[in-house]
């Protein structure tokens, strides 16, 4: 998907200083020298990504809103939280960790969000759009959105460069047919997405709405809260290659915000699965999805295999690959 961005110009005179720690300092002598658009992609290409993004925002200060700002503060002071659920704190520490790499926020959307990559006009990667409900009032919604649409980015650093939440099993042979993401990335999840995972990540979805407790131990002064964990739980079931880690990671972040009850087989088994999913983003690891061949696994993975072939008989051999 291609995005075209409508850039300020940078280097404005009330420039701040924001910038990651790892390329903080050296973002700041390039923001003082106020550097063009031009120079930024060369940054780009000579210091990398993490310190062009710090350049642009040091540049930018309008590239990070206020709100922005506060709720990423927010998130921070949650991850330092003790009282917190360990496997929240990895999770923020990731997400926050991915905001790095945001180069443009929009917080005012009033439902949903969305995160893409953002592309510099000859194609690179320069970062990401990240848009959320910023201006809701509640902060277990509104921090718990923010999450899930910066998971979306730890999917996307942390596999395939796809949005899709798990390894293809063939990855090497896949990787090499795929499409450019910039204009292909539907087609990537296509090609990347596997029915055997999928239905694992469904049954794992379903599992939760059974276990979800029907009166209470998720929060104690509203009802429905249990209303609406069903329905972001089923709002992964719908595209669970795309939406089950950032569910996932969304329920975590309210039921903590809520104070849910955490000894329930709910929030145990979510915690698990939140973790799980973790530890695929962050490692090698792919998803198992047990001895289990299902028909729709089958024909994706003939489909790969026949694709691959495709793609293998336009270059010579070296040596033969199964
Ligand atoms: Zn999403």
Redesign the pocket.
């Known amino acids: 998907m291609r995005i075209h961005e409508q850039r300020e110009p940078l280097g404005s005179e009330r420039a701040t200083a924001r910038a990651p720690a790892a390329a903080g300092h050296q973002a700041r002598q390039f923001a003082a020298a106020r550097l063009s658009p031009a120079e930024i992609l060369e940054v780009q290409r000579t210091a990398g990504n993490r310190t062009a993004v710090a350049v642009q925002r040091a540049a930018d200060p309008a590239a990070t809103p206020e709100q922005v700002t506060r709720d990423l503060e927010r998130l921070r002071a949650l991850q330092e939280n003790e009282d917190l659920d360990p496997q929240l704190r990895a999770v923020l520490a990731e997400v926050i960790a991915a905001a790095d790499s945001v180069v443009r926020w929009n917080p005012a959307i009033p439902t949903s969000?969305?995160a893409h990559p953002s592309y510099s006009d000859d194609g690179v990667r320069n970062g990401f759009l990240v848009a959320y409900q910023g201006a809701t009032e509640d902060e277990a919604q509104r921090l718990g959105n923010l999450v899930?649409?910066l998971t979306?980015i730890a999917v996307y650093l942390g596999l395939d460069r796809s949005f899709v939440n798990y390894r293809h099993p063939d990855q090497a042979a896949v990787q090499d047919s795929l499409p450019a993401e910039q204009d292909g990335m539907e087609a990537r999840q296509g090609r990347l997405m596997v029915g055997a995972a999928n239905e694992v990540l469904i049954e794992n979805l379903q599992e939760l709405e059974r276990l979800l407790p029907p009166d209470g131990g998720l929060r104690s002064d509203e009802q429905g809260a249990a209303q609406q964990v069903r329905e972001k739980l089923r709002y992964g079931l719908m595209t669970p290659h795309?939406?089950y880690d950032?569910v996932l990671n969304q329920i975590l972040t309210w039921t903590n915000l809520w104070g849910s009850d955490r000894r329930t087989p709910f929030y145990r088994r979510l915690v698990e699965l939140a973790t799980q999913a973790r530890e695929r983003r962050q490692g090698p690891q792919s998803l198992r999805t047990g001895n289990r061949v299902t028909r729709a696994g089958r024909r994706i993975a003939a489909q790969a295999r026949r694709l691959w072939e495709r793609v293998r008989s336009h270059f010579p051999r070296r040596g033969e690959r199964t």
């Open positions: 969000g969305h899930h649409e979306h795309k939406e950032t």
